[in-house]
């Protein structure tokens, strides 16, 4: 099976100096949304997503901590990347829906690491894929859990514009 073009693209650029960081951000760039928590991969394999997030006082709430925004933000961002990863090239994706679990308050930078609930695999048919995602802090405490649906279905055959 052929590699995705994100994992082939981050395996290209992880082997050399400061490659991690600007694979980040050609991320940030193609899903603007996502660089507003400017989070850097550490890790993309099939069936693993690893991104880590700066404390940084533009993501914090009114108390002080990392808003939960933030932190769904991070979870997105690292479950849909190993979903991307993860899935056979002639299929595509999108989440369908979230539920999180606040399970402590988050303080200082976050690690979140994103893995399939289930196995991937290709399929003629649409199918949900679910995806966990956990976010710790410096200490190694789950502050955040997620549980994201990706809708995993085939790519529709190109047109030629006739």
Partial sequence: MSHPRILSLYRRLAAWPAGGWLFSRLVGFKAPYFATIRARITRLEPG?????MRDRRALHNHLGTVHAIALCNLAELSGGLMTDA???AG???IPKGMSVEYLKK???PMQASATPD???IESAQGYELPVSVDIRD???D???RARITMWVSPRRPATDGS
């Avoid at 693993?48 to 880590?52: L, T």
């Fill in 91 to 93: 299929m595509r994706w």
């Fill in 138 to 140: 410096v200490e190694g």
């Fill in 142 to 144: 789950s502050v955040f």
């Fill in 106 to 108: 988050a303080r200082g």
């Fill in 86 to 88: 993860t899935i056979p």
């Fill in 48 to 52: 693993c997503c690893q991104a880590r």
């Fill in 118 to 120: 289930i196995d991937v």
